[in-house]
């Protein structure tokens, strides 16, 4: 799968071209001790190589077939013995499918003599100073070649364009995986329902989720989990997970697993004791029919912004009914004075990175959803303590979120299984079986 995309990445180059792509550093966390290593998500899509220190340098001349020259750093007898087994120039080649390995430390002048003749350079500029220094550095030298009669691009281009649109239509190996990460993140929501108890920190069920996903073969979180209960479900991003949990509480969790480096993102909010009070309850089934009816219109064919815009319908119409909102819907819409409750859009394309590469559209025009394509729905509302909603319903921040596989015909949600009906969340919590 991997020499196929890398063989579709190439066919998209212009002719008489190379490509740049740099892997992942290893990122301190203090002093000598390292945060764990994970691969830059394009260089993974194309490679599956998972070792830091990496570049890939991509061939297309103006005939035939392109070439990949992947440099690595050698092994080395003493860093293998602190570390681990290392890839290698052997293990680029036979394991990795390169055409051709070096070592990192021939970067610049092979990409010197590589870029000789060559019409175009891809690179993303702009990211990393010392990345930029060093191609730039190459593209000097093969400058200074010119009484050689060797030329150097005079085109630079940013290849990820051209990688994140291969990457938001997902392959089938890509399918698979979603559907692992989405099928393990759903099953821990599931089990962290029941766990969390009244009197137990945020950071306990965390933790639980944590050790459930990595038990189920996540080699991490999806990203930082916000497990948060009472009025901390009105924070957006909370991520302390340091609150007691009180009793009546509601507890909103947005967590996921990540599954061979495929992220799930799920949210569900619940009461840990059981029972919804009636401010709770009007506020998740408004949420509830909001994300309902946003997942309904999921198909092909559908503007990006048309999730959003279904599930803004519903919600706005329920806060004036709860008499949260004033005026029409069209008023509220115009003015946008719902964004005192819902401050966020429904959702986000999701793949290897949680908020996934992709454009959604270009000035003026939302792109339209495709098959393969793979994104949440997420709406909620989030009346802070502070706000100035009636206070029987401050504190209170419910948010509900799926994920979603854009099929021919519709959308397939890949995160069931997790109980989202006010009864049926009410019954699994306090014990009973999924019906
Ligand atoms: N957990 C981040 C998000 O739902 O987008
Ligand atoms: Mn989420
Ligand atoms: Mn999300």
Redesign the pocket.
């Known amino acids: 799968m991997y020499a196929r995309r890398r063989a579709r990445f190439v066919e998209s180059m212009e002719p008489e071209s190379v490509a740049v792509l740099f892997g992942e550093e290893v990122m301190l966390r203090n002093r000598d001790t390292e945060h764990r290593f994970r691969q830059d998500s394009n260089v993974w899509y194309l490679t599956g190589l998972e070792e830091p220190q990496v570049v890939c340098l991509f061939v297309r001349p103006a005939e035939g077939d392109g070439e990949l020259i992947l440099f690595v750093e050698p092994r080395d007898a003493t860093k293998e013995c602190w570390t681990g087994p290392m890839v290698g120039l052997e293990g680029a080649t036979a394991v990795y499918g390169a055409d051709v390995a070096a070592s990192i430390a021939e970067l610049t002048p092979i990409l010197a003599e590589r870029m000789g003749n060559m019409a175009t350079l891809y690179y993303r500029l702009g990211d990393h100073e010392a990345r930029d220094r060093l191609v730039l550095d190459a593209l000097r030298r093969v400058r200074g070649m010119a009484r050689q009669n060797i030329s150097a691009p005079t085109t630079i281009i940013d290849p990820t364009p051209i990688l994140h649109e291969m990457r938001l239509i997902k392959d089938t190996d890509e399918i698979a995986c979603l559907r692992r990460a989405c099928a393990l993140s759903a099953d821990g929501h599931r089990e962290a329902m029941r766990v969390a108890q009244v009197g137990m920190f945020e950071y306990e069920v965390e933790g639980f989720l944590e050790g459930y996903y990595r038990r189920g073969g996540a080699r991490r979180n ?3 989990p ?1 497990v948060a209960a009472g009025p901390n479900a009105t924070v957006l ?1 909370y991520t302390k997970n340091d609150r007691r949990i009180a009793a009546g509480d509601l507890l909103l969790i ?3 697993a990540e599954v061979d480096y495929y992220c799930g ?1 799920i ?1 569900r909010t619940f009461p840990v004791g059981g029972r919804f009070s009636d401010e709770q309850r009007a506020i998740y089934q408004l949420v509830l029919d909001a994300q309902k009816a946003a997942i309904a219109v999921v198909r092909p064919g559908l503007p990006w912004d048309g999730v959003h815009q279904a599930a803004l319908e519903v919600l706005v119409d329920g806060l004036i009914a709860l008499g949260l909102l004033g005026g029409t819907r069209e008023e509220a819409l115009e003015s946008g004075s719902y964004k005192a409750y819902y401050m ?1 859009k429904t ?2 394309w999701l793949g290897l990175d ?2 996934d590469v992709g454009e959604y559209g270009k000035p003026g025009a939302w792109r339209e959803l495709e098959p393969g394509m793979v994104l ?1 729905v ?1 709406p909620g509302l989030y009346i802070a303590p502070g706000s100035e909603a009636d206070e029987r319903y401050h504190g209170i921040g419910v ?1 509900i ?1 799926d994920n979603l596989l854009v099929t021919e015909d519709g959308g397939e949600v890949l995160t069931g299984g997790v109980p989202k009906e006010i009864d049926e969340i009410e019954a699994w919590v306090l014990g009973a079986p999924l019906s």
């Open positions: 999806a990203f930082e916000i991003h947005d967590a996921g993102d949210t966020h959702g986000h949680v908020h949440t997420e948010r979120e």
